[in-house]
C-alpha cells in the first residue's frame, strides 16, 4: 500500500499534537464537565461550582446533549469523542429526572474510552455564593489541596472506596513532585455519614503561628456544600485496570545540557550570561539642557571650520 | 493530661496518611451520637478535619525544605494511593534499519561540526545546507575520464544521481515509520496518510458528498417513476436531468448522395460482418472430414471383424485427426 507522511505545517500544531501524546510520567488530567438534555437549577449551581473549583484544567460544555447516557449502551460515543476531541480524561455529567433527580455521574477514561463511573445524587446543596468569609482567605485557582476522607465506609463499602478515588482523581488538580508549603490553601473534607451518604465540603485553610515550624491550621468552610448519596457505580474491567495502573519505573531522564565531566577537572559548567545592553538602557530622565547643549556644540563646530565637508570630499 | 494526649498521639498513628496527595484517611472515625442536623454533623466533620490537617502538616513540614522566594519548597514522597494513567504508556520506537546495522558493525554516532573550513575559497562554510563547502552544484568544470562515454553530460548525470539517493533515503524512511507505526510507537506529530486515523481514536473522517454525487442521486430519483420523471415538477433551481446515453441518429431511408448514401453503407457494413464472421460455415470442412472420416472408419471395421476395436486407438490416426481439428479453429479466429 502507498503511504504519505503527513506532518503538521505549523510548529504551533505539532506542539500541541505533542501535549496530546501519551506521556512516561502524565502530570495532571483534565476535565470536562457537560450536562444532559434535563437540568435543575440545584445542578447547573453545582457544575459551574465544580468548574470554578477546577478552573485550571477543566472544560465546561453548556449545549444539551441528548445521546448521552453513560451508564447505558452506546450512551457513552459521544462521551468518548468529546472525551477525545478536548484531550480530558475526567468527566462530570450532570442530568435531572423523575427518577433519578441533580443526578451527577463522575467517572474517568482511559484512552478515551469510559474507564469507570460513579453516579451520585445531590442533596442539601449550598453554593459557594452562600458563604460569607473573609475574602482574603479564598483559595487560589490551582492550587494544590489537602483530602480529607473520614468514616469506616471508605474502606468498607465497595461503592464507597470507588467513590474516593474517583473524587480524589477528580479533585487533586496537578501531579507535583515539589510543593511551595506556602501556597496551600484549601482542603476538600469527606464525611461518610451513613453508606449510602457522603458529605462533601470544600474548605480554606488559614495557617496560624504556633511556635513551632508547623502552623496551626484552621478551616474555614468556604462552599460548596453538598451530601453526595450514591446511586449507580461501574467499575473499571480487571484487564482494563491492571493495564491502566502501569508506570513507568524508569523516570526519563532530562538531558543535562552546559554541563560536561572531564576525569581531570570533575564536573565543567558553561553559564551563559545574557547581553548587558549597556547603550540600551534608558536614562532616569532626559533633561533638555543636554539637548541645547549637544545643538550648541554643532554649531560651534560648524563655526569653527565651515568648509569640513568639502574639505572631506577633497581627500577622497 | 497525659492520657489525653496518649489517647490522641494513638489516633495520629491510626490515620492513613499519604503525604504524595496530601490525602489524610481516617478509617476508624466514628460520630459520638446520631446528628440531629445536618449543620452539627458538618461541625463535627470539619473538626475532626481539623485534626487530620495538622496530621499531615506534621508530617508536611518536618519534610527537608529548599528556601525560595515565593516560599520553602518541599520535595514530596512518591504518593502511595495509586490512580489509573490517562492514556496508554508510550511504546519504545523499533530501530532502524541503519541503526541495526550499525549496532552490528559497531559504527557509533560521532559529533562532527556544523561549519568545516573550505581550502578553495578559505573560508569556514557550513557542512550541509545553502552556501556549503563541496556543493555538487558549485562545480565548474568536471574532467573527463578514460571510461567516459561521448554525448553523456556528466552534469545531468550528477543531478540525476543525487535525486535517486533522495528517494532512496525516502522510501527508506517511510519503511522505517512503517515499522514504528506497526510497533504503536509513531512520533505524535507523523501522520501514515494511508491510516489517516486521528491521533489517539480509531473513527475515520466521514467522506463529504459532493455536489455532483447528490445531484446524479437527486437524478436517479427523480426517474423513478412511471413516466421516467418527464411529468414530475421540477423544483426551483433543479436542473434538467443529464441525457446519459447516446442519442440515435436516423439517417433518410430514400437514396441519393451524401448523407443520403450512409444509411446504405451503415446496413451493407453490418451485413458484410456477419456473413464474414459465419462464412466458413457455408461449408462446414470441419464437419465434412469428420464425418469423412468415420464412414471409412466403419468400413475397415466391418471389413476386420470385432478383434481389432481396440485399433481404434492406433497412432495413425490421431495427429491426422488432431491437424483437422487445430487447422479448422485456427480459420475461425483468423477471420
Redesign the interface.
Known amino acids: 500500500?502507498?503511504?504519505?507522511?503527513?506532518?503538521?505545517q505549523k510548529g504551533r500544531?505539532?506542539r500541541a499534537?505533542?501535549k496530546?501524546?501519551?506521556?512516561?510520567v502524565?502530570s495532571g488530567?483534565k476535565t470536562l464537565i457537560l450536562h444532559g438534555m434535563k437540568t435543575s437549577n440545584v445542578l447547573n449551581q453545582v457544575l459551574s461550582d465544580i468548574y470554578h473549583l477546577k478552573r485550571a484544567n477543566s472544560m465546561k460544555y453548556t449545549r444539551k446533549n441528548d445521546n448521552i447516557r453513560p451508564f447505558e449502551n452506546g450512551g457513552e460515543t459521544s462521551l468518548e469523542?468529546f472525551s477525545?476531541k478536548t484531550d480530558c480524561?475526567l468527566f462530570v455529567f450532570g442530568s435531572h429526572s423523575k427518577k433519578r433527580p441533580n443526578n451527577l455521574v463522575m467517572g474517568?477514561?482511559?484512552?478515551?474510552h469510559v474507564?469507570d463511573l460513579v453516579e451520585v445524587g445531590v442533596e442539601?446543596y449550598k453554593s459557594m455564593d452562600s458563604f460569607s468569609y473573609d475574602k482574603k482567605l479564598t483559595p487560589h485557582v490551582g492550587s494544590?489541596?489537602?483530602?480529607?476522607?473520614?468514616?469506616?465506609g471508605?474502606?468498607s463499602v465497595q461503592e464507597l472506596k470507588h467513590l474516593?478515588?474517583v473524587l480524589?482523581?477528580l479533585f487533586?488538580g496537578e501531579?507535583?513532585?515539589?510543593?511551595?508549603?506556602?501556597?496551600l490553601d484549601r482542603?476538600y473534607?469527606c464525611?461518610v455519614?451513613s453508606p449510602t451518604r457522603v458529605?462533601f465540603?470544600h474548605?480554606a485553610?488559614k495557617l496560624k503561628k504556633s511556635g513551632t515550624?508547623?502552623?496551626?491550621?484552621?478551616?474555614v468552610?468556604v462552599g460548596p456544600?453538598m451530601?453526595l448519596v450514591l446511586r449507580r457505580h461501574r467499575l473499571?474491567e480487571e484487564s482494563l485496570?491492571k493495564?491502566?495502573?502501569?508506570?513507568?519505573l524508569d523516570k526519563p531522564k532530562k538531558k543535562e545540557k552546559n554541563v560536561k565531566k572531564d576525569p581531570v577537572e570533575g564536573k565543567i559548567g558553561k553559564i551563559y550570561i545574557p547581553d548587558q545592553k549597556v547603550g540600551e538602557v534608558a536614562l532616569p530622565h532626559k533633561a533638555k539642557g543636554v539637548k541645547r547643549e549637544r545643538r550648541e556644540a554643532k554649531l560651534k563646530v560648524k563655526s569653527d571650520n565651515p568648509d569640513e565637508k568639502k574639505q572631506k570630499m577633497d581627500t577622497e | 493530661m497525659d492520657s489525653e494526649t496518649m489517647s490522641e498521639l494513638q489516633e495520629v498513628l491510626n490515620y492513613d496518611i499519604d503525604l504524595g496527595?496530601?490525602?489524610?484517611?481516617?478509617?476508624?472515625?466514628?460520630?459520638t451520637s446520631p446528628?440531629a442536623s445536618?449543620e452539627e454533623?458538618?461541625n463535627e466533620?470539619?473538626q475532626?478535619?481539623?485534626k487530620?490537617?495538622?496530621a499531615?502538616?506534621?508530617s508536611?513540614?518536618?519534610l527537608p525544605?529548599i528556601e525560595?522566594p515565593?516560599?520553602?519548597?518541599?520535595?514530596?514522597p512518591p504518593?502511595t494511593?495509586?490512580?489509573?494513567?490517562?492514556?496508554?504508556?508510550?511504546k519504545p520506537a523499533p530501530p532502524t534499519k541503519w541503526e541495526v546495522f550499525a549496532q552490528k558493525k559497531g559504527i557509533q554516532k560521532k559529533k562532527k561540526d556544523k561549519v568545516v573550513f573550505d581550502e578553495e575559497t578559505g573560508k569556514w562554510k557550513r557542512r550541509h545546507g545553502y552556501d556549503r563547502v563541496n556543493d555538487d552544484n558549485d562545480i565548474p568544470i568536471i574532467e573527463a575520464k578514460m571510461t567516459d562515454e561521448p554525448g553523456d553530460d556528466p552534469f545531468a548525470k550528477r543531478k540525476v544521481d543525487k535525486k535517486k539517493r533522495v528517494e532512496k533515503q525516502e522510501k527508506n524512511?517511510?519503511h522505517n515509520?512503517?515499522q514504528a507505526a506497526k510497533a504503536g510507537s509513531l512520533p505524535?506529530?507523523?501522520?501514515?496518510?494511508?491510516?489517516?486515523l486521528?491521533?489517539?481514536?480509531t473513527?475515520t473522517a466521514p467522506r463529504k458528498v459532493s455536489k455532483d454525487e447528490l445531484q446524479h442521486v437527486a437524478g436517479m430519483a427523480a426517474t423513478a417513476t412511471a413516466s421516467g420523471g418527464k411529468f414530475d415538477k421540477k423544483l426551483p433551481g433543479e436542473k434538467q436531468l443529464k441525457h446519459e446515453k447516446k442519442y440515435r441518429k436516423y439517417l433518410p431511408v430514400v437514396e441519393g448522395t451524401g448523407m443520403a448514401s450512409l444509411e446504405r453503407q451503415q446496413t451493407e457494413k453490418v451485413l458484410n460482418k456477419l456473413i464474414s464472421k459465419n462464412s466458413h460455415e457455408l461449408v462446414n470442412v470441419e464437419k465434412a472430414v469428420n464425418m469423412y472420416n468415420v464412414k471409412e472408419d466403419k468400413k475397415r471395421r466391418n471389413q476386420k471383424g470385432k478383434s481389432f476395436t481396440s485399433n481404434k486407438l492406433t497412432p495413425n490416426k490421431k495427429p491426422f485427426k488432431k491437424t483437422t481439428k487445430g487447422g479448422s479453429s485456427h480459420k475461425g479466429n483468423s477471420h
Open positions: 500500500m502507498l503511504m504519505k507522511i503527513k506532518t503538521p500544531i505539532r499534537l505533542e496530546r501524546a501519551p506521556k512516561l502524565e488530567k469523542f477525545a480524561s474517568r477514561t482511559y484512552d478515551h474507564y442539601n494544590k489541596p489537602f483530602f480529607t476522607f473520614i468514616g469506616e471508605f474502606e474516593k478515588e480524589l482523581d487533586r501531579i507535583v513532585t515539589n510543593l511551595n508549603l506556602a501556597g482542603v473534607v464525611t455519614v458529605l465540603t474548605c485553610l515550624i508547623v502552623p496551626r491550621m484552621e478551616l468552610e456544600s451530601d473499571p485496570r493495564e491502566a495502573m502501569k508506570t513507568s | 496527595n496530601l490525602v489524610a484517611f481516617d478509617p476508624h472515625y466514628h460520630f446528628a445536618r454533623s458538618v466533620s470539619l475532626h478535619a481539623t487530620l490537617v495538622q499531615i502538616a506534621d508536611l513540614f518536618n525544605s525560595d515565593d516560599g520553602p519548597l518541599v520535595k514530596l504518593a494511593t495509586k490512580l489509573p494513567r490517562e492514556k496508554p504508556l508510550p524512511r517511510m515509520l512503517k505524535s506529530h507523523i501522520q501514515l496518510a494511508a491510516a489517516s486521528p491521533i489517539t481514536g473513527q
